[in-house]
């Protein structure tokens, strides 16, 4: 019986031609990885939701995560997604979850009425972003009286909680001309919250920061894929950590 890498698969030619000796199976991921990208910049180009919007079918008898965050967190959906395949239903918000002025608004029909083992959830890029008033569109104090209602309102799913830190901003000019605040402060204000009421961190700053020079997309709070893939290998495993034992 031919082995997994023998068997003979309609790769596309490109992929052949242009990796010749690489092994079918991993052609046929590069293809999907390919034809993944392709597709995400087109649907961004004509202004439709990124494919990780899309509402997922659970598969029976797994435990159910749900995501809730911003466009990094729309990065990392689909790489963690597939990294706990089998383990758990990672579904996450249709939408950017933006600062938390406006998930205290959505919060509730983004929970729905289902049932959720693990929220894995994060706000922080777009609070402290600089308004033209030079302000912050959340201030540290409204940011930390708006983590602890939504904390309240997470709490009361029953639902492990995983706190994310907010990823890295580059110093100077950005190519969005956006300007922000600092992120360690805002930070250091949610581990306050999230350690006061028991909620586990994921620091994903941490992770990250070793190689922001490699991966992230310059002037850009965005990441290039391979930063996506070290985020969602740290989402993934925190939110594995608190997924419920099998029977």
Known sequence: ??????????????????YPTMKNSARLLLAYLLVFTSAAFAAKERGQ???????????????????IGDSISIGYTLPARELLKGKANLHRIPANGGPTSRGLASIDK???????????????????????????QVEPVDYEKNLRSLVVKLKATGAKLIWATTTPI?????????????????????????????IAIDDL???????????????????????????????????????????
Request: hydrophobic letters at 40%; proline letters at 10%.
């Open 1 to 18: 019986m031919n082995g997994p890498d023998e068997v003979k698969y309609p790769v596309p030619r490109l992929v052949e031609s242009v």
């Open 49 to 67: 939701p990124s494919p990780a919007m899309a509402p997922i079918e659970d598969q029976a008898g797994l435990p159910r995560a749900l995501l």
């Open 110 to 136: 983004w929970l729905g009425d289902g049932k959720w083992d693990v929220i894995h959830f994060n706000f922080g890029i777009h609070d402290l972003k600089i308004m033209p008033t030079g302000k912050r």
């Open 170 to 198: 580059p110093d100077g000019d950005l190519t969005s001309d956006r300007h922000f605040g600092k992120v360690a402060e805002y930070n250091d204000i949610a581990k306050n919250v999230m350690t006061e009421n028991g």
């Open 205 to 247: 700053n941490a992770a990250i920061t070793p190689h922001i020079a490699e991966v992230q997309n310059p002037k850009d709070v965005h990441y290039k894929p391979e930063g996506y893939d070290i985020l969602a290998k740290q989402v993934a495993a925190s939110i594995e950590a608190a997924l419920p034992a099998k029977k």
